[in-house]
């Protein structure tokens, strides 16, 4: 009895080039209907789509069209950038060594770390002061302030009132109204800010 000829791959069951920028739909179909206790049935019934057609995503052995994969999304929840991961098109992660990150003196004592990010629309800063150091006058920009305390302790003045930030705290505010920073210990302290503007 003569084998069969060893059949050709599918387009879509071949190995997918992660410079496409996206993982495999079926891969992510599998893992959030596992995560949510769903059926391919129920899965197919919520979006339209049919049985034998989810389960052939799954193995990898069809492509799927846009609309179809919008209609596939939204039964979890997402739409179709957030169902693929990603909020950039991109496949792999942006890495800012720290040597490559502007460093500067803030005040006498304050080294800032920047790291800008003008695509997404925010910075990262990481503020380090020194026992007894502080910023020398308010602060008051456009956007919002996330501040993480990492290490040690500083007084944050917002708006005319202290407010004592520990290590692993966290506070977030309107940077409209005047702020600074202080460290009144005899510790180091260091803080991590998101800054949603541009100010550095």
Not at 83 to 103: N, W, Y
Not at 159 to 179: I, K, M
Request: aromatic content about 8%; some cysteine; charged content about 25%.
């Amino acid at each position: 009895m003569n084998n069969p000829p060893p059949s050709k791959p599918s387009p879509g069951s071949a190995a997918r080039d992660p410079e496409l920028g996206f993982p495999r739909p079926g891969e992510v179909l599998r893992r959030l209907r596992t995560h949510k206790d769903m059926s391919l049935r129920q899965v197919a019934a919520e979006c339209g789509l049919s049985v034998s057609f989810l389960a052939a995503l799954e193995r990898g052995e069809t492509d799927i069209a846009l609309e179809r994969l919008g209609r596939l999304a939204k039964v979890f929840g997402h739409d179709v950038g957030s169902f693929l991961g990603f909020s950039r098109g991109r496949s792999t992660p942006s890495v800012f060594p720290a040597k490559d990150q502007e460093s500067f003196d803030r005040a006498p004592g304050v080294r800032y770390r920047v790291q800008r990010l003008p695509e997404l629309g925010y910075q990262v800063l990481t503020a380090d002061f020194e026992p007894h150091s502080g910023l020398l006058e308010e602060l008051q920009h456009e956007g919002s302030d996330l501040i993480v305390m990492t290490e040690g302790t500083v007084i944050a003045r917002y708006n005319g009132s202290d407010h004592e930030l520990r290590t692993g705290d966290c506070a977030q505010w309107s940077a409209g109204y005047p702020h600074s920073f202080r460290n009144d210990t005899d510790e180091p302290a260091r803080f991590v800010a998101v800054l949603f503007s541009s100010l550095y």
